[in-house]
Structure formats: structure tokens, C-alpha cells
């Protein structure tokens, strides 16, 4: 499916197209920069994007390139909004056939379906990405606690909260029949 981010303004608005072919879409905290996930519909492949508020000046997030992250999911911004987090798999390294596999002309597949990720952060001028957690689990999403000195992150593994620097990760409640959902703090 292809998706569009919406805006509507409450309580009479209708809805206002703000960015086409794209989803998990986040305002920064101050509501002037938006963040959004968009997907080429040839290669599958997504790319982080942050923009003005209402979808103008996209500028897509310059992720060194030998990561190749295939899919990138649910950016958060920081607090001073210089920063996005963001939901990824640990990038593959490409590999090469091993000699059985040149003989025998085996060709070693892989899918992508529910990958395990980890929460990493990047500046939003690009850059090399920080792996924050080692978890390896599926549907992370993340909230900021009111100071910004903690994470909360729901996940299929289950709900943890770690220092914002990724220091001190600790699962609070495990999630055994991996339930999906989301996670928010209340001042």
C-alpha cells in the first residue's frame, strides 16, 4: 500500500495533504519540523525525511550509505530537535559465496518480514548512525520522558526504559504474546 501523511485542523478542517508516499510521520517537540519514513515502491527500501511542519523543504536524512538500512521505522526527534531516532535492523554485511555454494551454484536467500531492529539516533544533517540498544526485537517504538532523561520503548521483547544516551536499558515488563502497540509518557 501506499500511504500520505494528513493534517486537519479541529474541530471543522478538512483534511490537508502534507507529504504523499509517506508514513510514520512525528512532529519535533517545538512543532516547527516534521519526520517521516518514505518507501520507494520499486525497491522496498525506505529513507528518513525531515521537513518544515506542513511538508515543505523535504530533505532526506543522509544515512552513510554503506549501512544500506533496508527498513527504517518510527523516528523520534530529541528534545532540541537535532536529532532523530529512529527503528532499524542492524545493516548486513554483503557476503560472499563460500566455495560450496560457487560449485554447487546454491544461492543463499533472505526476507525481511517482522526483523528484529534496535533503536539507533542520528543527526539530522546526516551522518553515521549511533546503535543505541542491542535487543533485536520487532515493532519498537519509542517516547521521551517530560525531562528527556529517560526512553521508554515498546516492543514485541516488551516494555523497557533506558537512560536517553542508551546507557542502562531495563526490561520493566515482557511481552510474551507479542502484542504490538505504542508507548507514551504522561508529564
Excluded at 100 to 120: C, I, M, R, Y
Excluded at 140 to 158: C, K, L, T, V, Y
Aim: charged fraction near 15%; proline fraction near 9%.
Amino acid at each position: 500500500p501506499i500511504y500520505s501523511i494528513f493534517r486537519m485542523t479541529y474541530p471543522n478542517g478538512g483534511p490537508e495533504l502534507v507529504v504523499e508516499k509517506a508514513y510514520w510521520s512525528q512532529i519535533s517537540d517545538d512543532g516547527t519540523q516534521l519526520a517521516y519514513v518514505s518507501i520507494d515502491p520499486a525497491t522496498g527500501k525506505d529513507t528518513l525525511f525531515v521537513s518544515n511542519y506542513d511538508g515543505t523543504d523535504p530533505h532526506a536524512v543522509a544515512i552513510d550509505p554503506s549501512l544500506n538500512y533496508e527498513i527504517i521505522d518510527a523516528p523520534l526527534f530529541s528534545a532540541d530537535g537535532q536529532t532523530i531516532f529512529f527503528s532499524a535492523p542492524a545493516p548486513r554485511q554483503t557476503s560472499r559465496p563460500s566455495w560450496f555454494e560457487k560449485l554447487t551454484g546454491v544461492t543463499v536467500a533472505s526476507a525481511h518480514s517482522n526483523t528484529p531492529s534496535d533503536l539507533w539516533s542520528v543527526p539530522i544533517s546526516g551522518g553515521t548512525p549511533t546503535q543505541l540498544t542491542h535487543i533485536e526485537t520487532s515493532d519498537i517504538f519509542a517516547s521521551f520522558s517530560p525531562d528527556n532523561e529517560h526512553i521508554a520503548i515498546f516492543s514485541e521483547a516488551g516494555l523497557l526504559v533506558m537512560n536517553s544516551d542508551g546507557s542502562e536499558l531495563t526490561l520493566l515488563v515482557s511481552n510474551p504474546q507479542s502484542i504490538s502497540g505504542t508507548v507514551r509518557w504522561i508529564p
